[in-house]
């Protein structure tokens, strides 16, 4: 996966949140479905720019960026706490 590939990923999972925003009043109403999806979609979000800033620390080092690996939703959500 290339740095574009990530680039096109989040674009899309930004789209989703905020199709999904719109359509539950900027994301404070809506079903539970639609607030587990919101959720699902910034964790995929965080993954996306964490991987990404993965990849441009290791080609600044020097280092293979193909070698940088997503970490877990746990891990990426964790990293605030």
Do not use: F
Not at 32 to 49: H, I, K
């Amino acid at each position: 996966m290339t740095d574009q590939d990530i680039l096109v990923r989040i674009r899309d999972l930004v789209r989703q949140e905020h199709e999904l925003r719109s359509g539950t009043g900027g994301g404070e109403t809506g079903s539970p479905a639609e607030r587990a999806r919101l959720a699902d979609l910034e964790v995929q979000l965080d993954q996306c720019w964490d991987l990404l800033r993965q990849r441009r620390a290791r080609m600044d080092a020097g280092q293979d960026p193909e070698q940088a690996q997503a970490n877990t939703a746990k891990q990426v959500e964790g990293y605030l706490q």
